[in-house]
């Protein structure tokens, strides 16, 4: 079964950092681009981070670049996103999402950024 | 960024009956490799987000046929052939030809 599990969500301050994990299983991970895509509570989808296969090419949305880093590691079927500097507006539910064969969401972790 | 505009934003439907929704690009998206790259997904209530159609028409597996997808250029429209309880939910379009890849607003499904 394709499955994506996302972790390390929860309440930050303004500021403040968060590292985000997903694991990946039932599908060849490294063949798969891979996304970070986030949900403020009650609005729509956008895209906050994207990276090849090999992890070589990663692209950022224009408000999280400088603050957000994607990383994958292909060996261990992992993808992460190290967020700093958050801000209130980074609150949202972040999905981890693979595109292959298939195209995979996992449940989300709600990242909740408040003073 | 390359802004998707989907009508309506909300869209009441009697149960068996068609619904339609439109997605207009702010500009082409036809890439290199002369793909079409408009994706269409479903968020049920309480729900991920799931894809249905990928290049514009192509449904996913597992996606019922009542749902169809078709376009070109910058118009693009999502239908479903007769509504069902379990299509209730919020459909995106969205591109990934140019980055950013962007979504639509949503179109909120509801039955009448």
């Known amino acids: 079964e394709v499955q994506l599990v996302e972790s390390g969500g929860g309440l930050v301050q303004p500021g403040g950092s968060l590292g985000l994990s997903c694991a990946a299983s039932g599908f060849t991970f490294s063949n798969y681009w891979m996304s970070w895509i986030r949900q403020a509570p009650g609005k729509g989808l956008e895209w906050v981070a994207h990276t090849n296969e090999a992890g070589s090419d990663t692209y950022y949305v224009d408000s999280v670049k400088g603050r957000f880093t994607m990383s994958r590691d292909n060996a261990k079927n992992s993808l992460s996103l190290q967020m700093n500097s958050l801000r209130v507006e980074d609150t949202a539910l972040y999905y981890c999402?693979?595109?292959?064969?298939?195209?995979?969401w996992g449940q989300g972790t709600l990242v909740t950024v408040s003073s | 960024d390359v802004v998707m505009t989907q009508s309506p934003l909300s869209l009441p439907v009697t149960l068996g009956q068609p619904a339609s929704i439109s997605c207009r690009s702010g500009?082409?998206?036809?890439?290199?490799?002369?793909?079409?790259?408009l994706n269409w997904f479903q968020q049920r209530p309480g729900q991920s987000p799931r894809r249905l159609i990928y290049?514009?028409?192509v449904r996913d597996s597992g996606v019922p046929d009542r749902f169809s997808g078709s376009g070109t250029g910058t118009d693009f429209t999502l239908k479903i052939s007769r509504v069902e309880a379990e299509d209730v939910g919020v459909y995106y379009c969205m591109q990934h030809t140019h980055w950013p890849h962007t979504f639509g607003q949503g179109t909120k499904l509801e039955i009448k």
């Open positions: 290049k514009v028409s």
């Open positions: 999402v693979g595109w292959g064969l298939v195209n995979c």
């Open positions: 500009q082409g998206l036809v890439d290199s490799d002369g793909n079409t790259n």
